[in-house]
């Protein structure tokens, strides 16, 4: 699959286009949009050989920092990639995120991973 197709499932999810039950919609939408923020970091250091199977996101975040001239992108990445971590690794014993909580998180994947886009103008790599 394609970053945009993993982001489009996601969004289809949300919309209740799914015969998941609902908890797992919203485990499973943020699965495939962190999913998505992980193939698009892997595309934007290819050219620069990093292999990302040699190295953790959080240095693979690093690494992305490099290549852009707004070093923002790759901070807002690393949150989202928390927060949607966090999603998807949801224990009973804290409040649920719910629907909006999700679809909010996969908006702002959707526009990190454009801004990341190894074609984005703010690239100096």
Not at 35 to 46: D, I, K, P, T
Not at 80 to 107: C, Q, T
């Amino acid at each position: 699959m394609t970053v945009e197709a993993l982001l489009a499932s996601a969004e289809a999810m949300l919309a209740g286009k799914s015969n998941l039950r609902q908890t797992s919609i919203e485990r499973a939408a943020a699965l495939l949009a962190r999913q998505a923020l992980e193939m698009r970091v892997a595309e934007r250091l290819s050219p620069h050989g990093l292999d990302p199977a040699t190295a953790s996101f959080t240095a693979q975040l690093l690494c992305v920092q490099g290549t852009m001239s707004d070093k923002s992108v790759p901070r807002r990445a690393a949150n989202l990639w928390a927060s949607l971590s966090s999603m998807v690794h949801h224990v009973g014993y804290e409040i649920s995120p719910n629907g909006e909580d999700i679809a909010g998180l996969v908006r702002r994947t959707i526009r990190v991973v454009e801004e990341l886009s190894p074609n984005a103008s703010k690239c100096d790599g």
